[in-house]
């Protein structure tokens, strides 16, 4: 088995935690998720976060309420000439002002000293059959993913892919596509973060996605949340899919991922505490996570999975999880 190299650390959506800030924007959020014992690392989005303070202030910020900067992430909708594409979009001034806004997130975060820049590129797709020429979008995005990788190589550079939404079909949609361009932007530093909701939304198994991804790539970002596959329900970690959470901790045991656990969820969304939903996130995903060691190291497991025998592999899952089953 390949032992955890370090205890996981856990960030949070700072967003999920606005009904908390009492007004005071991101300092308010950032000091309400500081709250929550066993949360030491956070996601800034860019620029959005950024709009009131520096990336040194952030820093101090972060650093008085015990979090430390997990990474950065791309966020193109406060701009609306964006909401056509940013990397895919038409004008080629407004191409180059994403790509230029996405290098400065990149440099904010080098500041900052993060790890990852993640590209949630949701404005990058089309909504309607002979809307736009295949070809130019995928190889402007191509382009603008070799350049932005290329702006800082020290800094990886993570691809979020996503079905849809806010477009009707994205141009990174799941994580073949995903690999695909990796491979043709042909950067070391670019790789792949994994959202647990977004990969069930894709209709693909979770651990089936990170070998792949591994296997292609490098998974630089694991955001763990769960819904029920028809959007991007953010719910919280393991409530869904317990066994298809042991199965991706198994597999990124396997790999040794050693990175950030972010819980990608909505508390928000329906009036939850965030606090508390946050302390529930990080307790079942410690749960989970010594369940899938445990089951990394049962020679009973390996031998039925290697027979692919379901019946008694799921019968010996369950009694992990709820006891009392022979």
Known sequence: ??????????????????????????????????????????????PDHFASHSPAKMTEIL??????????????????????????????????????????????????????????MGQDGFDYALQCDYARVWDDTIDALHRVASHNPQMDVAIEYKPNEPRAYAL??????????????????????IDF???????????HAAYLAHRHAKIMGVHLNDGYGKRDDGLMA?????????????QLSRIEYDGVIYF?????????????????NIAIAERLRTLAEELLQDANL???????????????????????IA
Request: hydrophobic share 45%; net charge negative.
């Open 1 to 46: 088995m390949a032992s955890r190299p370090n205890k996981p650390r856990y960030a949070t959506r700072l967003n999920a935690f606005k009904p908390l800030a009492e007004g005071r924007g991101i300092e308010g959020m950032i000091e309400a998720a500081g709250r929550v014992e066993g949360m030491n690392a956070a996601d800034l989005n860019f």
């Open 63 to 120: 650093g008085n309420n015990g979090l430390a900067l997990n990474g950065v992430a791309m966020r193109y909708y406060s701009e609306p000439v964006f909401a056509v594409g940013a990397f895919t979009n038409p004008d080629s001034g407004i191409r180059q002002k994403a790509i230029d806004l996405t290098k400065q997130g990149i440099d904010a975060l080098a500041e900052m000293g993060g790890g990852v820049l993640t590209l949630w």
């Open 172 to 193: 990174m949609p799941d994580m073949g596509t995903t690999l695909l361009a990796i491979k043709e932007a042909s950067a070391p530093n670019l790789g792949v973060t």
């Open 197 to 207: 909701a977004h990969v069930l939304y894709a209709n693909e198994m979770p651990a």
């Open 238 to 250: 393991g409530t869904v899919h317990p066994v298809a959470t042991i199965e991706l901790f198994m």
């Open 264 to 280: 990608d969820t909505f508390p928000d969304h329906s009036g939850m505490n965030p606090v508390e939903e946050a302390r529930s």
């Open 302 to 324: 390996a031998e039925l999975m290697d027979k692919q025998n379901a019946a008694l592999t799921q019968r010996l899952i369950a009694q992990k999880l709820y006891g009392g």
